[in-house]
Structures are given as C-alpha cells and as structure tokens.
C-alpha cells in the first residue's frame, strides 16, 4: 500500500512539473518579471504610413526596455469585420495583451475581452468611443495613446483658411469610423467660424476614394483629409486628382503629408506608438494596471509645409510661411 501512495505521489510530482515547465514556455508562470516571456497581439486597422510607423514605435519601446516578447502582428486590412476575428483569435490564444492600433481595432479588442490587458493608440476620441471614462481615470482594461491633439486641426484649418484663402473646403471620410466623425464634426466648426463652408462626402471602403475626390472638382477651394484609416490607405488616388485638377490637399498628419499633401499639423506616430509601447512595459512587468495609467496625448505638435506639393498643386509658396511651420525638404 505504501509502494503505491509513493508511486501516486511521484506521478502527481511529474505532472505538476510538466504544468509549470509548460506554463513557463507561454510566459504566464513568470507574468510581471522582467525576464519572463511575453505573447502581445497587434491588431493594426489597415496598412498605411502612419500607423506602421505607431507599430514600429510599439514594438522598439518594448525592445528598449528588455523585455522579452514574441508579437503575433495582425493587419485587418481595413476590414471591420476583421478586426473582430482578429480579436477573438487572441482572446482564444490568451496573448498576455493586445496592442490595438486604430480606433475600430480597439473597439473590437474590448468586445472580445475585459480581462487582457489593451493598450491603444491612434485614437482620435477614447472617451467617446467608450474606451475609457477620462484620460485621468481609464479604468476597465484599457488606456493607450490619443492622435487627437487640440491645436493640430485647428493650425491647418487656419491655414487652409487664412494663408490658401479657401472659401470652400471638401472632406473625405468614411462615416463609419467613429474617429473620423468626430474630427468632421471639429473641422466643419472651424471652418465655418473662420467664414467658409465644408463640402462633405462619405465613403464605404477604399474602393470609393477616388470618385469621391472627382466628385469635389470645381466644387472646392481646398481638401482636407482627416486621420480617416480608410481614406489614407487610399490617399494616393486623391492627390493624383489634386495634382492634375490643381486643388490643394490638406491632410491630418505628417505621414501622408510627406506622400503629396500641401501640409498638415501633426506629430511623429513612431513616437506615439513609443509612447503606448512605454505603458505596455509597465503592464506586462506588474508595474502599473491599465486602469492606473492616464492616456495620453502627443508630446510634440508642429506644421509642415511641402513645398513641392504646394507647387504640383497650384500653389506659390511664400516665405513668410517659414514663421508658420516648417518646410518638408523630401527627406
């Protein structure tokens, strides 16, 4: 009898064993060390400049702090329907916490969980899309970085308005996107306080981009693109139509602002996406909660102006405009 109690013991022994081996190989045993494994799924709306470059930032903040992670980096393509199945997948894998980046991934992430860690960013408005309920206080399981900072469409809507001497301004943007009708909604009050009109037209996919910026000729002053994930992955059949019709295109962030626009008011989405990589550290390594950190704004906020863009688009370029912003050299 006592062969056996033995025997049972030593065999309880070994399958606890093997538990602990096989949990330390998914990083769960070791979860807020430092030197444990860690599995972060990335879930990035669509392919264009500005978000991978957010991804790029994540992903060399976690690599600044030492921390040892294997991604599992997941595009949506601009698909809603995407997002959601990318979502559920990591829910299903039990990733140690998802890194969302754009609005509607991050919505589709806080569907599929409240118990994973999620950290955002490109984010135009956290607190109406129910992310959080103040920057200050995130609570749930959820903070990350904002790309909605308070005076960079107001700078180029002044400019757009001011230096351009737009009395009619066009918009493109796809109404489902939760962040893209708020900024619409932020850029149509500023262009009329400055005594303009916003000329709006919407769009479904990508596929409808180009026919909604034909359908702005001989309408419209001036464009103006929005963070709008959507309209950017399909940025290049506008400024071809701006090019060729001589309309100049404003856009709401540096990135496309360097593929043709005239200018924009922004900051580096690499350092966002840094920003956001800095709080998943903290909360892969038990630091800090998410509920425990503030979002974030951008820490920087300039315009630039290209000049070669101003040029391909019918505009003089002034150099007074130096005392604006600052002029893209191409690099």
Same mark, same amino acid.
Do not use: W
């Given at each position: 009898?006592?062969?056996?109690?033995?025997?049972?013991?030593?065999?309880? !022994?070994?399958?606890?064993?093997?538990?602990?081996?096989?949990?330390? $190989?998914?990083?769960?045993?070791?979860?807020?060390?430092?030197?444990?494994?860690?599995?972060?799924?990335?879930?990035?709306?669509?392919?264009?400049?500005?978000?991978?470059?957010?991804?790029? +930032?994540?992903?060399?903040?976690?690599?600044?702090?030492?921390?040892?992670?294997?991604?599992?980096?997941?595009?949506?393509?601009?698909?809603?329907n995407? &997002?959601?199945?990318?979502?559920?997948?990591?829910?299903?894998d039990?990733?140690?916490?998802?890194?969302?980046?754009?609005?509607?991934?991050? &919505?589709?992430?806080?569907?599929?969980?409240?118990d994973?860690?999620?950290v955002?960013?490109?984010?135009?408005?956290?607190? +109406?899309?129910?992310?959080?309920?103040?920057?200050?206080?995130?609570?749930?399981?959820?903070?990350?970085?904002?790309?909605?900072?308070?005076?960079?469409?107001?700078?180029?809507?002044?400019?757009? &308005?001011?230096?351009?001497? !737009?009395?009619?301004?066009? =918009?493109?943007?796809?109404?489902?996107?939760?962040?893209?009708?708020?900024?619409?909604? /932020?850029?149509?009050?500023?262009?009329?306080?400055?005594?303009?009109?916003?000329?709006?037209?919407?769009?479904?996919?990508?596929?409808?981009?180009?026919?909604?910026?034909?359908?702005?000729?001989?309408? =419209?002053?001036?464009?103006?693109?929005?963070?709008?994930?959507? =309209?950017? &992955?399909?940025?290049?059949?506008?400024i071809?139509?701006?090019?060729?019709?001589k309309?100049?295109?404003?856009?709401?962030?540096?990135?496309?602002?360097?593929?043709?626009?005239?200018?924009?008011?922004?900051?580096?989405?690499?350092?966002? +996406?840094?920003?956001?990589?800095l709080?998943?550290?903290?909360?892969?390594?038990?630091?800090?909660?998410?509920?425990?950190?503030?979002? $974030?704004?951008?820490?920087?906020?300039?315009?630039?102006?290209?000049?070669?863009?101003? /040029?391909?688009? +019918?505009?003089?370029?002034?150099? /007074?405009w130096?005392?604006?912003?600052?002029?893209?050299?191409?690099?």
């Open positions: 009898m006592k062969k056996k109690v033995q025997a049972l013991s030593m065999a309880l !022994a070994g399958m606890l064993l093997f538990a602990g081996c096989s949990s330390k $190989e998914t990083g769960s045993s070791e979860k807020g060390s430092k030197d444990a494994k860690y599995t972060v799924g990335i879930s990035q709306f669509a392919p264009h400049p500005s978000l991978d470059a957010a991804t790029k +930032g994540f992903k060399k903040a976690l690599k600044d702090k030492g921390i040892d992670v294997k991604f599992d980096e997941q595009n949506a393509q601009a698909d809603m995407n &997002t959601q199945t990318i979502a559920k997948n990591f829910v299903g039990k990733v140690d916490l998802i890194f969302a980046n754009a609005t509607p991934s991050a &919505t589709a992430a806080l569907n599929a969980t409240k994973i860690p999620i955002f960013t490109s984010v135009t408005d956290p607190i +109406g899309a129910g992310f959080v309920k103040s920057f200050d206080q995130p609570g749930k399981n959820i903070t990350g970085t904002t790309d909605n900072h308070p005076d960079a469409t107001k700078k180029t809507i002044s400019f757009i &308005t001011q230096e351009v001497k !737009a009395k009619n301004v066009g =918009v493109i943007y796809n109404s489902g996107e939760q962040n893209s009708v708020v900024q619409v909604k /932020e850029v149509k009050k500023l262009v009329e306080d400055k005594g303009a009109k916003l000329v709006e037209v919407s769009v479904a996919n990508t596929s409808e981009v180009k026919q909604a910026a034909e359908s702005l000729v001989g309408r =419209v002053d001036a464009i103006y693109i929005p963070t709008d994930n959507t =309209v950017v &992955t399909a940025l290049d059949s506008v071809a139509i701006s090019n060729s019709k309309i100049p295109l404003f856009v709401g962030e540096l990135d496309s602002m360097k593929k043709g626009a005239v200018a924009a008011s922004g900051f580096s989405y690499f350092d966002l +996406g840094y920003q956001s990589g709080m998943a550290a903290d909360i892969l390594t038990g630091k800090k909660k998410p509920s425990e950190i503030p979002v $974030e704004l951008p820490k920087s906020l300039k315009l630039v102006i290209n000049k070669a863009a101003a /040029e391909a688009q +019918g505009l003089k370029v002034k150099d /007074e130096s005392k604006l912003g600052e002029f893209y050299d191409g690099k």
